[in-house]
């Protein structure tokens, strides 16, 4: 698959040199302010995918990624890395990790092994330890069936260098293409290691004493659930319910998501050590925008359950219109579960089950010292088009909104060149939508114009927005985290006004905008 992928990858990007030639960027601006983030993670240069092993130590939190330093479309894979003190300023590191003659190193994990469970640790250091998937390309390309296999390498200077371990890989397929992306956790019950790993259309636990010895435990998920596309990167996490221990595994998968290509779905339910028993089987999506894939979390942050993914869609991510890198993360996400509100559920097909939960999503509280407060305003009536900022003003980087009840509105970024990116609300289907129809440059591929939409989860007329914008990106978290859309796009000219629209006239009952500094 990863063969076709870079023959898939050469067509394209002939092509897309072809199509980049005839975009007009902004001739002021140059590739590099009009795109790069200010807020979002970006590889100095070179290729990105998915977040990898991401842990907290000492006070730092370690984001590893999927890296390809020697050019901005996928490629032999490395893992790239980054270290951050608040989760939004990041240092970027030297690479972590190589390929070798056993693979390039594909998605995985890493953990802290306190009690040196492996062996690995030396003179009273726990290892740091990294699971991850080595692809072994020649193997691929020769038609054979077991070229993925999971192999681990430790850190005894918190992440600065690392080895890898010699009697790799340590969990060999089954001669099974589709075996990979090892998420480890430390299950105290059964004081076990659980991995959970994606093989083609379902997820496999494994458990282990010392991170090296692994044991198929169960399966689950072949009939369950969507599958539109193949199962990636799972994640398995425990949340407090009122003192009740309840489980979600995320699971990515590519193509299939319900605003094409790729995006994670999620289940809740019981996870003993041996096998994860889901409560519903309704389809759940972790956000429903087209642009936040192989989102996992952090290891070793205690109860806090925070995530990052990945701010592209397999479908475009090779084409996407900037030079020096490609790809961006998304913000990091605070995770909770709430019970979902039964009265609401036009929009999913949900028996009548009291264990019906929803993965909630927040940007995460660091980002709040980041933000000043541009504009606040109360109890107010917009109606037509209100012009939030505008004639030569910067434009907010977050709306935050409180509105009294929820009415269709529009809010419209656009400028003088007749691009707008539209995020809003549709009452008469109950659906959130981001219209990126013309939004700027989509000619790299073909679906990439369009109106992703998102249903609403609560029942409560009262609706409140926070709506992140980075240059290129927009990140929607609507009734507290409930409903959450991601979505890119790509301007010629920067937007130059913002106004809130609203044909019945929308009552606000608090509006803060907000810049990043
Ligand atoms: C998900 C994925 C993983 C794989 C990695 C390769 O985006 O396809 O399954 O490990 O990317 O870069």
Redesign the pocket.
Known sequence: M?FYRILLLTAFFMVQSNLQSQVQLDANATNESLYRPNFHFTPKKGWM??P?GMIFLNGQYHLFY?HYPDATV?GP?HWGQATSKDLVQWDHQPIALYPDSIG?I???SAVLDKNNTSGLGRNGVAPLVAI??Q?FMPGEKAGRTDF?NQSIAYSLDQGKTWTKYAGNPVLKTPNLK?F??PKVIWHGPTQKWIMSL?VANHIEFYSSPNLINWTKESEMGKDLFAHGG?W??PDLLSFDVNGKTVWVLLV?M?PGGPNSG?ATQYMVGDFDGHVFKPFTTDIKWMDYGPDN??GVSFSNLGDRKVLIG?MSN?NYANLVPTEKWRSAMTVPRELSLVKQDTDANANINSSQNQNNFLLVSRPVKELEAHFTKMLSKKNMVAEKEFTLMGAGKILPNRIDLDIVKATDFDIVFSNAFNEKLIIGYDAAKKQFFIDRRNAGVSNFHQGFAAMPTAPRFVADAEMDLSVLIDKTSVELFADGGRTVMTALFFPTHPFTNCSLQSKEGISVKTMNLFLFK
Do not use: I, K, L
């Open positions: 990863y995918n998915d990898n999927q996928w894979m390039m594909f998605s995985g991850f998937t692809h993925q589709d990979r992306d994606a193949v990636e990167c990515s590519n790729s894939y192989a990945w397999w």
